[in-house]
């Protein structure tokens, strides 16, 4: 099966810290994505890469960077937390295409005070 | 814009009852659709996956339909059990530049069982 590690379940930052979320895939998958998931509003996407090196913005880029240096690990980085950022983030990985599905992790759950 | 419409929004049944949720989408170019779990506080598992030529898939007692002409889908959910209550997402895809799939999320369906 494949697995998506996200590499902390609860995580709890001060505001004006810089947070970084890391997602790891062991699966040799190209496409990987970052949610947030907050009650009422459902998934919204950051941040999808579909290379090493390669990154778009999603629907809610703003406060959020990403980087992709090697294949398996995409990060999530928030340069400087805000409360409004406290939220569900899930990562994502899969091969993208018609027949194939995507794998999520277990979510990290930030919270900014 | 693409879309996808979840209905309902919530729904209490009984334990061992029999229920449907549905999912509308305005999604192109429709790649696949898919029907995810999550428990409260977790991350969304894979129930079924679906391409355009599909138009029914089982999982256990979990069984997904596609209409790719009126771009609606069910999750049918047999004999209930405790286990699944939990949100149940429909999420589909469409086929981006670059070769990515962009995801298109409906809210979901709370669905609580009651013993």
């Known amino acids: 099966d494949v697995k998506v590690t996200q590499s902390s379940r609860y995580l709890v930052k001060r505001t004006g810290e810089k947070v970084f979320l890391e997602c790891v895939q062991d699966?040799?998958?190209?496409?990987m994505f970052w949610y947030r998931q907050d009650p009422g509003l459902g998934l919204r996407l950051i941040y999808f890469?579909?290379?090493?090196?390669?990154?778009e913005k999603g629907d809610i880029p703003e406060g959020y960077s990403v980087s992709r240096e090697k294949k398996e690990r995409f990060s999530l980085i928030l340069e400087s937390a805000s409360t409004n950022q406290t939220s569900m983030y899930l990562c994502?990985?899969?091969?993208?295409?018609?027949?194939?599905?995507?794998?999520f992790g277990s979510g990290t759950r930030l919270t900014v005070v | 814009k693409n879309q996808v419409e979840q209905s309902p929004q919530s729904l209490i049944i009984l334990e061992g009852k029999n229920c449907t949720l549905q999912?509308?989408?305005?999604?192109?170019?429709?790649?696949?659709l898919r029907w995810y779990k999550q428990d409260t506080g977790r991350g969304p598992v894979s129930l079924t996956i679906?391409?355009?030529?599909?138009n029914t898939k089982s999982n256990g007692r979990y069984t997904a339909t596609l209409d790719a002409d009126t771009k609606q889908s069910s999750l049918h959910i047999t004999a209930s059990q405790l286990s699944d209550s939990a949100s149940y997402i429909c999420?589909?895809?469409?086929?981006?530049?670059?070769?990515?799939?962009?995801?298109?999320f409906g809210k979901g369906t709370h669905l609580i069982i009651q013993p």
């Open positions: 699966m040799d998958h190209e496409n």
């Open positions: 679906m391409t355009f030529s599909e």
């Open positions: 890469s579909y290379d090493v090196k390669m990154k």
């Open positions: 999912c509308n989408y305005t999604v192109s170019p429709f790649s696949n």
């Open positions: 999420v589909v895809s469409a086929r981006l530049e670059g070769g990515a799939d962009g995801l298109t």
């Open positions: 994502a990985s899969g091969l993208g295409g018609r027949a194939y599905g995507y794998t």
